[in-house]
């Protein structure tokens, strides 16, 4: 290693130099730590200390009254796990948050590959297209959504008009209208997930595999989907976690008749005011989230080895 030295300075010995740039090193490492702190003070505030005390409030003892009793029980964890009503609604959480993460990729990946490849002058106007629905309330598309696939609504009754059925689909206060709402709003948030992780794609590899005879459909199945992998992953994941999370949607379209357990934990706190309950139902669905995150992080390492 050549060290600069000013003109007449006397050069630095291999140890004096090996010192000099270990007390940088260190000060660097003081440096960054020191811009990490502000960040650090501001997550541990506003995260890891109200998640401590709602892992401390489930272990405590609700009162019918909405009295809460400090102490240290698992009696909030044994009735979700005992009670087949609460396996119910979180088996119907997962499956929702897996349906329409699976969907919401679906619909959206021609939609983000084409706006990843695209090198038209009006890329910039299509993406903010298809991100625009984010400007919105997800109250206000739930509730959009509600006229839509009413009774009466815009489906129905064009159905109806074109005579393809004869009565009325039942499309709202039930998982089908839950997942259609939630496809929609979710979208935005799969394309541009898709798109950021699209990274590896290479039009070169797709054009080397076609200059070597394969065809379109091989070079899709075998270079360009392999390749779009990660942001296949990284969209469902984020889909999955704001589905099984979310509580407007599956209240309002779901018309009461559809519980998951946003809407359980929304109904213990200012229902019931079982808050040591409605805390355990929350430490179930961060554990769902765990699961989740991680079979992602295994999919991602074997799909990076």
Same mark, same amino acid.
């Given at each position: 290693?050549?060290?600069?030295?000013?003109?007449?300075?006397?050069?630095?010995?291999?140890?004096?130099?090996?010192?000099?740039?270990?007390?940088?090193?260190? &000060?660097?490492?003081?440096?960054?730590?020191?811009?990490? *702190? !502000?960040?650090?003070?501001?997550?541990? @505030?506003?995260?890891?200390?109200?998640?401590?005390?709602?892992? &401390?409030?489930?272990?405590? =003892?609700?009162?019918?009254?909405?009295?809460?009793?400090?102490?240290?029980?698992?009696?909030?964890?044994?009735?979700?796990?005992?009670?087949?009503?609460? /396996? +119910?609604?979180?088996?119907?959480?997962?499956?929702?948050?897996?349906? @329409?993460?699976?969907?919401?990729?679906?619909?959206?990946?021609?939609?983000?590959?084409?706006?990843? &490849?695209?090198?038209? +002058?009006? #890329? %910039?106007?299509?993406?903010?297209?298809?991100?625009?629905?984010?400007?919105?309330?997800?109250? @206000?598309?739930?509730?959009? /959504?509600?006229?839509?696939?009413?009774?009466?609504?815009? @489906?129905? %009754? %064009?159905?109806?008009?074109?005579?393809?059925?004869?009565? !009325?689909? +039942?499309?709202?206060?039930?998982?089908?209208?839950?997942? $259609?709402?939630?496809?929609? $709003?979710?979208?935005?948030?799969?394309?541009?997930?898709? *798109?950021?992780?699209?990274? #590896?794609?290479?039009?070169?590899?797709?054009?080397?595999?076609?200059?070597?005879?394969?065809?379109?459909?091989?070079?899709?199945? =075998?270079?360009?989907?392999?390749?779009?992998?990660?942001? *296949?992953?990284?969209?469902?994941?984020?889909?999955?976690?704001?589905?099984?999370?979310?509580? *407007?949607?599956? =209240?309002?379209?779901?018309?009461?008749?559809?519980?998951?357990?946003?809407?359980?934990?929304?109904?213990?706190?200012?229902?019931?005011?079982? /808050?040591?309950?409605?805390?355990?139902?929350?430490? $179930?669905?961060?554990?769902?989230?765990?699961? $989740?995150?991680?079979?992602?992080?295994?999919?991602? =390492?074997?799909?990076?080895?």
């Amino acid at each position: 290693m050549t060290t600069l030295q000013a003109p007449g300075q006397t050069p630095l010995r291999p140890a004096e130099a090996g010192e000099l740039e270990k007390a940088t090193e260190k &000060r660097n490492r003081r440096a960054y730590l020191a811009l990490l *702190i !502000p960040g650090l003070l501001g997550l541990l @505030v506003s995260f890891v200390f109200p998640l401590a005390y709602m892992v &401390r409030m489930s272990f405590n =003892r609700g009162a019918p009254d909405g009295v809460i009793e400090e102490t240290f029980t698992f009696d909030t964890y044994i009735q979700p796990l005992t009670d087949p009503y609460y /396996w +119910k609604v979180t088996l119907d959480t997962f499956q929702m948050g897996v349906t @329409v993460g699976v969907l919401c990729v679906l619909v959206s990946y021609p939609v983000a590959l084409f706006l990843a &490849r695209s090198q038209s +002058k009006y #890329r %910039s106007l299509l993406l903010a297209i298809a991100i625009a629905p984010l400007l919105t309330s997800a109250v @206000v598309r739930t509730y959009g /959504w509600m006229v839509i696939l009413g009774t009466n609504g815009l @489906v129905n %009754s %064009s159905l109806t008009g074109l005579g393809i059925i004869d009565t !009325p689909l +039942k499309l709202t206060n039930n998982m089908t209208g839950v997942t $259609i709402g939630l496809v929609e $709003i979710f979208m935005p948030y799969a394309i541009l997930a898709m *798109i950021s992780g699209f990274g #590896r794609l290479s039009p070169q590899l797709e054009e080397a595999a076609g200059s070597l005879g394969a065809s379109k459909f091989n070079v899709f199945t =075998r270079v360009t989907l392999p390749l779009s992998l990660p942001g *296949i992953l990284t969209a469902f994941l984020l889909v999955f976690v704001l589905s099984i999370s979310t509580f *407007i949607t599956p =209240r309002l379209l779901g018309g009461g008749s559809v519980q998951v357990l946003a809407t359980e934990i929304y109904d213990q706190t200012t229902g019931l005011l079982n /808050w040591p309950f409605a805390a355990a139902l929350s430490v $179930i669905l961060l554990v769902l989230f765990g699961l $989740i995150i991680a079979v992602y992080q295994r999919l991602t =390492r074997k799909i990076g080895g």
